[in-house]
């Protein structure tokens, strides 16, 4: 069934939402489409609202409509319900063969797949005894962390009443005492705290990461590269789930995995050339043609595409003979090196994909050499929503930034716990927030944090000291002195932890 | 001496120098290119003249009349005959160049254009947006305005002009010369410049081309007089005598009307030496050299990189009162002292200001003159200087130490000597976290070395090899303060990177505590006596008897130094990961150290009870006593400990690893049996019959096989040799309790080393086909690829030796790449965060006011407090509460 896409505001969401059953005026023709039930989106990605509709006619005037817009108005939508639901991105929805992409104005679509789900309220979801914690800590005169909470209610029903009160007069106390001191100098700490270890890591780049066929750079320099933010990590990879009814079926992984891999023809054939007779032979080397799924005929089908040869099948020799129809060594030549990289199948970046099984619950999980995150969440029976990469680039670029941030802090925690480092994941948290919080990922460094700061002085005594000093001459720059660097620099006290406090002595009166 | 408020720079404005202000602010100008005269004054207008300030004692300043110290140096001048362009700005001017006309001076924008850019500009302040994004803007629009041939303005026909680096502009061909940019560039109205990204308060283009040269000051560029009397000039002085020489000879054949070439091939050469002069590494210039051949240091050498003024100089600076020795450990000193040597307290002082409340006792002090003793022939501080209220210093002798004690008023200050008790700061390199300098009080001791508590290594991460550290000296009460309350040792025990302790108990003082605890040992009174003996007790634990012989537990005694109240139930090391009963335990509850209100019931202390990084009852005292009292459980921990294992005695020898003969050939047969398995692999390869792993090729799928077999090998002989090796055999002691060294380091003693790798694979690397000559080419055998089969023990034959060696280079390359590596990591992390702090309301901001993170970590708890990073300890509080509310 075929549903309406609109894109819309929020206050218009939340009027409608309000008056339904209502009518609803918009600014684009609905002539000659009938659905029963719409989405709304406010982003153009992604759908939050999911609305009933009951019937859509032209526009006319009348009294009681909710108007879009205040002209150009051309249906109006019957709306009955308006409902917030878990969001759900526009490419789960196709029209005719073809996915949608965005939805500028409005669209139509075929929802697959996905069930519905209604946005779940994060209280609700709370267990009653922890709700009771929450209250419980609340008489005693404090705001418990729900994680806390959490933990608490697994002690209650031990613990006598008198126990318990005295328990959370305790963690009370507790919560108050760990607070962090006004004016720490908590982005030094982070830093040291991260770079110190940094001497106990090693530097062996490569190392085994759950599958013993793959290589993934470890320890100090990945380390490096997370804080480089650098455009491509040296060894990018893909850790890909697929959805629930899938994940189970090997056939379905298999097929997955090949349609993964991007399988050119030198990978699993040999090309001879024939100079005498303008031929180039491609004979197919069947162990790797095995290894990497591929069959006789999916190279026919990407010879296909490729113009200007003719193409014969030997089926006895198992070769196939390409001929260009144009004469001469030069496009013989140029043919020989396009066949080389033809692409047989598979995702552009993505150089090897493995899967294995987890023998608990019997799920496979596709690794991969090489990442393109776009492409491969594009596929069906991936589940976009545990997917991971490691190039943090990448996932900014295609999830966004608040997901680049948690990329940056996994995969700074992962490396640090691999090597066996205990380092408290606030500083990590730390270093990821600073990392983004400009909404594009910077990088450490001069390039980045330490070249965009404030002061001319820190700038210059940091790195490419010269630079910075001309430009300010002519800039006219103005330096507030209320960083750290620049005031060690004049010889001031600095603006951190006792240093920020001002406090002045006025002495008794005499 | 400073009283109340001090001042503080508000801000710092920067900007170009404009030719008036040169002059304005130069006292003299030099016309002179030499020094100094036959009788070494410096001649005047020559480039040492007096009035830049003075580097010879006894001369005035004839600007200021300040003498050497006094004066702070004064700039003078140089007029360039001709113009000359500035090295730093040759990018700027091509720009200015490119996108302005030539013969209006209006930049080649349309008016439209202009009125709409300007808009675009004025929502940037100069001064104070982001240069990198005023940057990008203005070359935007510069580049449009540059590509224009035709000025809008007034339709002259523009042509482009071509930078022939370093500092020649040619335009057509034609050398634009220094003095016609400086004309254009005066042409340019101040209202255009906010598209070049340029401040017209404080710059005006023209002023890129100079005129006239600032000189720094002479105590920029001192001389220095070598014992042979001879002078010999600073760098700068030497480029601006070059600069000063040219540019008369430049002047004369100008006026005298010589040939265009000879005049031309001057100001190249003036402009050669005012480049140098600023940038002495500029590309596409030879460097200007000293006679010596030594590329001369100029201006921005001066500043830049390591050891240049920002770096070195700047950020940050060598300082007094400071001093640095050897270090060495001391047992019976507190973790929150050091032991400085008498000869450094007697340098170091403290300055004491005079007040009528001290006025008494500080006479008395100085009174004792610069080395007094007490009757016992003890240290006593004394006073090195005094100083008057006008700064003068007066240097106190045993002559005249009575006589200036009399003189001594309220108002002076007084340099007393190093007191027990100083709070001062101790210091080892390289300072990687703030536990890297801390807070200790001041034992003065005889010798010759810093001492401190062994405890207080791991923060520091020292050790006695010939480590050196530093002390410094506080020298206010503001600071000193901050140190005892911030800085102490005791303040930093627990550890803001993992929540954790970062300070306890190492080597001999967990082996004395494992020996002292496992299972529950039996101790004679006088025993007792003799270990307790070195702890602060007045009474001994309560005595058990058998056969009416009066015997102590070991648990009972290390009970008299927990803080009584102490609940905690953890699991030890020794017996960590055990499921039901611990295997090196008799009684099953000794599973897990289980402490009730200060009496320690069952299990047995090593490192994860005392240990940095993991003491869990050092941890559990901080976070129940504070400070003070895990600063003194610390403090009798090791000296309990060093009072039982100096007692009992503790060795460890090579006969801990002896192992029967038949352990011995058991560990022969594996590793032949591994050579077997080795070659039968190769021979499977080599027939071409090994089945390659997924996304391996042959060859690796073979060295993942080889490498699992040895893995396999040396893990079956140590697991044979440990067999044989109990809880009895000291280095076994040591291991299990976490002393030191680990399982591995006894197997591969009394075991088999096992491969030898570098970079995770088989040592492979060497000659043609082979690691050494001794094998034949091809031979990938075990022995040819580095397998050790022999133990430390029974010793390495030379070719093992030889693969050993090659194995434990890599881990020295590997250290000193990473030392590198790290540490410049560390720096930028530094440097990009070093800004940040958390406010009133846990929120984290940058010095802009942008806020980072809008509660600290999301909880705003302090990870140095937080437990290993939780929140709160839930679980213990419940534990401890339940045994609390029993009582």
Same mark, same amino acid.
């Given at each position: 069934m075929t549903s309406l896409l609109w894109k819309d505001t929020k206050t218009h969401v939340s009027e409608l939402k309000k008056r339904v059953p209502c009518d609803y005026a918009v600014d684009?023709?609905?002539?000659?489409v009938a659905a029963e039930d719409g989405y709304i989106t406010t982003?153009?990605?992604?759908?939050?609202y999911y609305v009933r509709i009951a019937e859509i006619s032209k526009f006319k005037e009348s009294e009681s409509l909710i108007l879009?817009?205040?002209?150009?108005l051309k249906s109006i939508i019957r709306v009955l319900e308006v409902m917030d639901i878990d969001p759900l991105p526009i490419?789960?929805?196709?029209?005719g063969k073809h996915k949608l992409s965005e939805v500028e104005t409005f669209d139509t679509g075929d929802r697959i797949l996905i069930k519905l789900e209604e946005k779940p309220s994060y209280l609700e979801t709370l267990d009653q005894k922890v709700k009771d914690v929450v209250a419980d800590a609340k008489k005693v005169g404090f705001d418990i962390p729900l994680s806390v909470a959490e933990k608490v209610s697994k002690h209650k029903k031990e613990m006598k009443p008198a126990v318990y009160k005295k328990f959370l007069e305790r963690i009370m106390a507790e919560l108050a005492r760990n607070g962090i001191d006004p004016h720490e100098a908590v982005g030094i700490i982070a830093a040291q705290s991260i770079g110190e270890p940094g001497t106990q890591m090693?530097?062996?780049t490569f190392h085994f990461a759950g599958v013993r066929e793959m290589n993934v750079t470890l320890g100090l320099p990945r380390l490096i590269e997370i804080v480089d933010a650098?455009?491509? /990590?040296s060894t990018p990879s893909m850790t890909i789930y697929l959805k629930p009814e899938f994940e189970k079926e090997q056939d379905i992984v298999l097929n997955v995995v090949k349609k993964l891999e991007n399988t050119t023809v030198i990978d699993v054939a040999d090309i001879i050339t024939d100079v005498g007779e303008m031929t180039l032979s491609i004979v197919p080397d069947m162990p790797k043609m095995n290894d990497r799924l591929v069959e006789n005929s999916d190279i026919m089908d990407a010879l296909?595409?490729?113009? #200007?040869i003719s193409v014969i099948s030997d089926e006895k020799d198992n070769r196939i003979t390409v001929k260009p129809t144009q004469e001469s060594f030069k496009k013989l030549y140029q043919v020989q090196e396009q066949l080389k990289v033809l692409t047989i199948k598979g995702i552009p970046g993505i150089k090897r994909a493995i899967a294995r099984i987890?023998?608990?619950?019997e799920a496979w999980t596709v690794y991969t050499q090489g990442s393109n995150l776009r492409e491969v969440l594009?596929?069906? *029976?991936?589940d976009a929503s545990k997917t991971y990469t490691n190039d943090i680039i990448e996932v900014a670029s295609v999830l966004g930034i608040e997901a680049a941030k948690n990329a940056i802090f996994l995969e700074s925690q992962r490396t640090l716990a691999e090597q066996g480092l205990e380092v408290d994941q606030r500083h990590l948290m730390l270093v990821a927030d600073m990392m983004t919080f400009g909404g594009s990922v910077r990088a450490v460094g001069r390039t980045g944090i330490s070249g965009r700061k404030s002061s001319v002085l820190a700038r210059a005594a940091f790195e490419i000291t010269t630079k910075h000093l001309l430009r300010a001459g002519y800039l006219g *720059?103005?330096? /507030?002195?209320? #960083?750290v660097a620049e005031n060690i620099i004049v010889g001031q006290p600095i603006?951190? #932890?006792?240093?920020a406090v001002n406090l002045v002595y006025k002495g008794l009166k005499k | 001496m400073t009283t109340g408020i001090s001042k503080r720079i508000y801000r710092i404005q920067f900007g170009l120098l404009a030719p008036e202000e040169v002059r304005k602010m130069s006292q003299v100008k030099v016309?002179?290119?030499?020094?100094?005269?036959d009788d070494g004054y410096p001649i005047e207008r020559?480039?040492?003249?007096?009035h830049m300030g003075v580097?010879?004692?006894?001369l005035k300043c004839t600007? $200021? !009349? %300040?003498k050497v110290d006094e004066c702070p140096g004064h700039f003078g001048h140089i007029e360039l005959a001709m113009p000359v362009v500035h090295v730093g700005f040759i990018k700027e001017v091509k720009t200015f160049l490119d996108s302005t $006309? =030539?013969?209006?001076? &209006?930049?080649?924008?349309?008016d439209d254009e202009i009125k709409t850019y300007r808009e675009r500009m004025s929502a940037y302040n100069l001064s104070s947006s982001d240069p990198e994004v005023i940057g990008i803007m203005s070359k935007k629009m510069t580049d449009e305005a540059g590509q &224009?041939?035709? $000025?809008?303005?007034?339709?002259t026909q523009q042509s482009k002009i071509i930078l022939d680096k370093p500092t020649t502009f040619r335009e057509e061909g034609i050398k634009v010369t220094p003095k016609e940019i400086r004309e254009r560039l005066e042409r340019?109205?101040?209202?255009?410049l906010v598209f070049f990204g340029f401040n017209h308060e404080v710059a005006r283009?023209?002023?890129?081309?100079?005129?006239v040269l600032p000189v720094p000051p002479i105590n920029v560029r001192p001389s220095i007089t070598l014992e042979t009397g001879e002078r010999s000039e600073d760098d700068l002085t030497h480029k601006l005598v070059d600069i000063i020489r040219i540019s008369q000879r430049l002047r004369e054949s100008r006026d005298n009307g010589s040939p265009q070439l000879i005049i031309e091939d001057l100001w190249d050469l003036l402009q050669f030496h005012v480049t140098t002069y600023f940038?002495?590494?500029?590309? !596409?210039i030879p460097p200007a050299r000293h006679r010596s051949g030594r590329a001369l240091k100029t201006l921005v050498q001066r500043l =830049? !990189? =390591?050891?240049g003024r920002f770096r070195s100089n700047l950020s940050g600076k060598r300082v007094n009162f400071s001093a640095r020795t050897v270090i060495s450990p001391e047992p019976?000193?507190? @973790?929150?002292e050091v032991g400085v040597p008498e000869k450094a307290a007697r340098e170091l002082t403290v300055p004491v200001i005079v007040n009528i409340f001290n006025l008494d006792s500080v006479r008395e002090l100085v009174a004792r003159g610069p080395e007094p003793r007490d009757e016992f022939d003890k240290y006593l501080a004394g006073v090195n200087y005094i100083i008057r209220p006008d700064g003068r210093r007066v240097k106190i002798s045993t002559q005249n130490a009575a006589e200036n004690a009399e003189r001594v008023e309220v108002g002076w200050t007084v340099e007393r000597q190093l007191n027990e008790g100083d709070i001062v700061l101790f210091n080892r390199q390289p300072?990687?976290? &703030?536990?890297s300098m801390m807070g200790h009080t001041v034992r003065i001791l005889s010798g010759q070395t810093f001492r401190f508590n062994l405890a207080v290594c791991t923060p520091y991460n020292?050790?006695?090899?010939g480590d050196e550290m530093n002390l410094h000296i506080l020298q206010k009460e503001e600071a000193r303060a901050e140190a005892r309350i911030i800085m102490k040792v005791q303040e930093q025990i627990?550890?803001? &990177?993992?929540?954790?302790?970062? @300070?306890g108990g190492i080597h001999d003082h967990i082996t004395s505590m494992f020996l002292l605890t496992h299972g529950n040992p039996r101790f004679t009174e006088e025993e007792t006596i003799h270990i307790m003996s070195?702890?602060?007790?007045d009474s001994l634990p309560e005595p058990h008897s058998e056969n009416g012989r009066k015997y102590y537990h070991g648990r009972d005694i290390f009970s008299t130094i927990l803080p009584d109240g102490l609940n905690t139930k953890f699991s030890s090391k020794l017996c960590s !990961?055990?499921?039901?009963? $611990?295997?090196?335990?008799?009684?099953?509850?000794?599973k897990e150290v289980f402490i009730v209100d200060g009496k320690m019931r069952h299990g047995t202390i090593d490192e994860s009870a005392?240990?940095?990084?993991?003491g869990e009852i050092i941890n559990k005292i901080y976070r129940k006593y504070g400070a003070v009292e895990t600063s003194r459980f610390i403090d009798r921990m090791t000296r309990l400990a060093v009072g039982l294992i100096s007692l009992r005695g503790f060795t460890t020898g090579i006969m801990d690893y002896d192992i029967p003969e038949n352990a011995v050939s058991r560990i022969e047969e594996i590793s032949l049996d591994a050579i077997d398995r080795i070659n039968k692999l190769i021979d499977t390869y080599k027939k071409g019959q090994l089945q390659p792993a997924p996304g391996r090729s042959v060859e690796e799928t073979l060295e993942i096989e080889i490498l699992s077999v040895t893995g396999i090998a040396r893990d079956e002989s140590g697991k044979i040799a440990s067999s044989y090796l109990?809880?009895?055999n000291p280095s076994v002691i040591m291991a299990r309790s976490g002393a030191r060294a680990k399982m591995l380091n006894i197997s591969e003693v009394a075991g088999m080393v096992g491969q030898q790798s570098v970079r995770g694979g088989r040592l492979n690397r060497g000659f043609y086909g082979r690691?050494?000559?001794?094998?034949?080419?091809?031979?990938? %055998?075990a022995e040819a690829r580095g397998f050790v089969k022999s133990s430390y023990k029974s010793g390495l034959n030379p070719l093992e030796y030889f693969m050993h060696s090659i194995g434990g280079r890599e881990g020295l390359v590997d250290t000193a790449v990473r030392t590198s590596r790290s540490g410049y990591m560390q720096r930028r992390l530094i440097n990009a965060f070093e800004d940040l702090k958390v406010d009133e309301k846990k929120q984290v901001q940058d010095t802009v006011g942008a806020?980072?993170?809008?509660k600290y970590g999301e909880d705003g708890v302090d990870p140095t407090r937080s437990e290993n990073g939780e929140t709160v300890d839930v679980d213990y509080l419940a534990f401890d509460t339940e045994l609390e509310v029993e009582e």
């Open positions: 684009f023709d609905l002539k000659d982003d153009k990605k992604s759908v939050q879009k817009k205040k002209t150009g490419s789960e929805f196709r029209k090693t530097m062996r650098r455009r491509i /990590p296909e595409k490729v113009k #200007g987890d023998n608990l619950t594009e596929l069906d *029976e991936v *720059e103005v330096d /507030p002195l209320t #960083g603006t951190l #932890g006792t240093g | 016309i002179t290119a030499d020094t100094y005269d020559g480039l040492m003249d007096l580097i010879e004692p006894g600007t $200021c !009349g %300040g $006309c =030539k013969s209006c001076g &209006r930049i080649k924008l349309t &224009r041939m035709v $000025c809008p303005h007034c339709d340019i109205p101040d209202d255009d283009p023209e002023w890129m081309i100079l005129t940038d002495n590494q500029t590309a !596409g =830049k !990189g =390591k050891e019976f000193l507190s @973790i929150n300072s990687l976290h &703030r536990m020292a050790d006695f090899d627990m550890s803001p &990177r993992f929540g954790g302790p970062i @300070i070195y702890i602060d007790v !990961g055990a499921k039901e009963k $611990c295997e090196y335990e008799d009684d099953p509850a000794d005392i240990g940095p990084f993991s109990g809880l009895s690691t050494l000559p001794h094998f034949q080419i091809g031979d990938i %055998g806020v980072i993170q809008f």
